[in-house]
């Protein structure tokens, strides 16, 4: 099925991708992970991106050129779509607009019913764009729920269609929870039918992430820890029986990061380069931010950091809850984060109230995180479940030692400090509340006071191997094996 010269052909289908539209870790992944895989092995592999175009990549109007226009049937629904093409480094991708995309709004409404007609009538165009190009895959790669139709489809609407036949399909879980619910009035009215899977529970039967899963040839896990966190009844979002079940076709694979974009050597956004080499100069940013927010200026206070979506998954309020308990200690605090009103509200209290020692952005701002990522001491990241986080990746790059909750991709991406300080890239803990945020920052806190220590942990962490290539090379062994049968 590989074309002349013997190249895999994969279309990775995604609801975001930075840099043209980034809402969380899955805009990283879908910007970084295609462009390794072109990068590292284009001998072997022609991978290609499409993705909605949304407004805020109009408003962006990356460089772009229109390739042209097809319709397609879904039930009684005739969708007009236009497409166009771009590029992110090096990767052609695919921009879809069609009535149902083409709105004034953000990637994702919270709107159920909006969102479920734009990712669910994506996931039909993104196959029909093929079919227009004539450009026959033999590699669907997925992403969570908002393409996870597309995966379905193959395997009803277009079972017998000889355009896809042999279309080999993988499902990459960036989140179990966010399953797409809400999204069953627009699947009715664009003729989707449920799974048959009778390994499902009812209520996934028609539920698109479930859909998907049972319908892929392979699921990935954006970490091993959470694929095997999600055979449980803790993490499995009731579909841990079918995982079990089906645990032969789940793996896990840690994602990578950036490097050339997360590099604090060259990085533009923060006011001192530095590097393990060039270590000393690293605190000159924290001294900048201090002088900025007002804060006492000394570089022996530990200047603690989130980066973060508001919510409740994060285990935010864990940290509104510590921080009291740890007022008599010496440190300083900086948040950047947006999402949940609520959160919002109390982190913006916080730091009325303590306005010497707390500042928060209740904002989405790239350079204020590359700022705090490369300016903190110690960087929390307390998530009640975490898929894989690339946060505490960036931040372990910049020499920022996260304080994390041992869960998914944190316990496999942070080597503990109780494992051993020698080798060791941050502090993990086990007890997932605000008395176990307490203990585990407490020890950072004293742990930060031996500077010989915490400076050859920061070196340990600023060396630590995430780029991509490891895991796209995993990728690409997946693609091969998928079409070995
Ligand atoms: P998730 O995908 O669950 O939100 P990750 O840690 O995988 O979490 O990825 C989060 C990404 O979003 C990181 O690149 C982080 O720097 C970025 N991010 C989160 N909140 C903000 C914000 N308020 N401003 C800028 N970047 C943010």
């Known amino acids: 099925m590989t ?34 895989l072109l990068y590292n092995f284009a001998d072997e592999i022609d991978i290609r991106t499409i993705m909605p175009f949304h407004a805020v990549i109009k408003a962006k109007n990356p460089p772009n050129k229109k390739i042209g226009d097809f319709s397609f049937q879904a039930n009684t629904q005739q969708i007009d779509c236009e497409l166009f093409i771009s590029d992110i480094d090096g990767v052609p991708v695919y921009l879809v607009d069609n009535p149902y995309i083409n709105h ?18 994506f996931s039909l165009a ?56 809400g999204s069953q009035d627009a699947m009715n009215l664009l003729g989707f039918t449920a799974s048959q899977d009778p390994d499902l529970p009812d209520w996934a039967k ?18 091993p820890g959470y694929s095997r966190e999600i055979l449980t009844p803790e993490y499995g979002c009731g579909i841990e029986n079918y995982l079990q079940k089906h645990v032969g076709k789940i793996m896990g694979i840690l994602n990578g990061i950036d490097e050339d974009r997360w590099d604090p050597a060259k990085d533009e956004a923060i006011s001192h380069n530095f590097s393990v080499d060039q270590l000393s100069e690293r605190v000159q940013n924290k001294l900048d931010l201090q002088k900025a927010l007002d804060f006492e200026v000394d570089e022996k206070i530990p200047l603690l950091t989130i980066v973060t979506r508001l919510s409740e998954q994060k285990g935010v309020p864990s940290i509104f809850e510590a921080l009291p308990q740890l007022i008599d200690r010496k440190w300083q605090f900086a948040l950047l984060g947006s999402g949940n009103p609520e959160l919002e509200q109390r982190a913006s209290k916080l730091a009325e109230a303590h306005p010497d020692r707390i500042a928060c952005f209740v904002q989405y701002d790239d350079v204020i995180s590359h700022v705090l990522y490369a300016s903190g001491d110690i960087f929390l990241m307390p998530s009640l479940y975490e898929p894989c986080g690339l946060s505490q990746m960036f931040a372990m790059k910049y020499g920022n030692l996260p304080v994390a909750t041992a869960t998914g991709g944190l316990a496999d991406s942070i080597c503990d400090y109780s494992t051993d300080p020698d080798i060791a890239t941050g502090f993990l803990y086990t007890e997932k509340n605000t008395a176990g945020l307490v203990k585990s920052l407490s020890l950072a806190l004293d742990t930060f006071e031996n500077q010989e220590i915490w400076q050859l942990m920061q070196k340990n962490a600023m060396k630590t191997d995430f780029c991509w290539r490891t895991s796209a090379k995993k990728y690409l062994e997946v693609y091969k094996s998928l079409l070995r049968g």
């Open 126 to 181: 993104l196959l029909e764009a093929m079919r227009y190009l004539d450009w026959k895959i033999d590699i669907l790669h997925a992403n969570d729920w908002h393409t996870s139709l597309a995966v379905h489809a193959l395997e009803t609407i277009y079972k017998d269609d000889p355009f896809f036949e042999g279309v080999k399909t993988i499902l990459s879980i960036h989140n179990l929870p966010y399953n797409g619910w």
């Open 3 to 36: 074309d002349k010269a013997g190249k895999i052909k994969v279309l990775f289908a995604s609801a975001e991708a930075a840099p043209f539209a980034k809402v969380g870790g899955l805009g990283d992944v879908a910007g970084a992970l295609p462009a390794s």
């Open 104 to 121: 004034d709004s953000p990637v994702y409404h919270g709107d159920w019913q909006l969102d479920g007609l734009k990712y669910a009538s």
């Open 206 to 223: 028609f539920t698109p992430l479930p859909m998907g899963i049972a319908a892929a040839h392979k699921v990935i896990a954006v970490s």
